[in-house]
T-cell receptor, first 116, second 115 residues
Framework: AQTVTQSQPEMSVQEAETVTLSCTYDTSESNYYLFWYKQPPSRQMILVIRQEAYKQQNATENRFSVNFQKAAKSFSLKISDSQLGDTAMYFC?????????????FGTGTRLTIIP | EPEVTQTPSHQVTQMGQEVILRCVPISNHLYFYWYRQILGQKVEFLVSFYNNEISEKSEIFDDQFSVERPDGSNFTLKIRSTKLEDSAMYFCASFVLAGGSDTQYFGPGTRLTVL
């Protein structure tokens, strides 16, 4: 079974600064996907970024980027130029690659607060 | 942009009552899921559904729970006799293989409160 660990329950950072959220996972699979989802106070789950394990290049989406270290089973999220709207819970998630029909396994989340 | 929708947004029910949570997945998606999030906790997988049958279910998904896709568009989760501990946010998600864009898209959730 897969496990996802987020060791930082809470973080805060000043607006416009850069912050990195940590995530580690454990799996025996070789093909899989990793995701970061954002959950604002509305509690909707919003996809932030995804990474395919077979790709060596780290994914980026505007101010969001990941540092994917496959050997270390680490998948951290970096938010640059943080904005007040980034305040939310952030969940790291794992999904096996099996041509669909695979569940997401989530970490316990990191509550991020951006301070004006 | 297509999105997953869920109704109702908030459901309040008495313990022992039946509830049906509804979801409309993205139209060309083939895989459907229900997840649950108890307040302050992580999101947990309940069940996955493909080709009109359950593909996988978690330990949480006991005989009180059922899912169906009655009309080719809606995807429902039924809880037959609700318990206090069923109070949670319930998320529907859908998925399609897209050759490198394989991602589960979530609906906005239904907040279930059992009194």
């Amino acid at each position: 079974a897969q496990t996802v660990t987020q060791s930082q329950p809470e973080m805060s950072v000043q607006e416009a600064e850069t912050v990195t959220l940590s995530c580690t996972y454990d799996t025996s699979e070789s093909n899989y996907y990793l995701f970061w989802y954002k959950q604002p106070p509305s509690r909707q789950m919003i996809l932030v970024i995804r990474q395919e394990a077979y790709k060596q290049q780290n994914a980026t989406e505007n101010r969001f980027s990941v540092n994917f270290q496959k050997a270390a089973k680490s998948f951290s999220l970096k938010i640059s130029d943080s904005q007040l709207g980034d305040t939310a819970m952030y969940f790291c998630a794992f999904m096996k690659s099996n041509f669909g029909n695979e569940k997401l396994t989530f970490g316990t989340g990191t509550r991020l607060t951006i301070i004006p | 942009e297509p999105e997953v929708t869920q109704t109702p947004s908030h459901q309040v029910t008495q313990m022992g009552q039946e509830v049906i949570l509804r979801c409309v997945p993205i139209s060309n998606h083939l895989y459907f899921y229900w997840y649950r999030q108890i307040l302050g906790q992580k999101v947990e997988f309940l069940v996955s559904f493909y080709n009109n049958e359950i593909s996988e279910k978690s330990e949480i998904f006991d005989d009180q729970f059922s899912v169906e896709r009655p009309d080719g568009s809606n995807f429902t989760l039924k809880i037959r006799s609700t318990k206090l501990e069923d109070s949670a946010m319930y998320f529907c998600a859908s998925f399609v293989l897209a050759g490198g864009s394989d991602t589960q898209y979530f609906g906005p959730g239904t907040r279930l409160t059992v009194l």
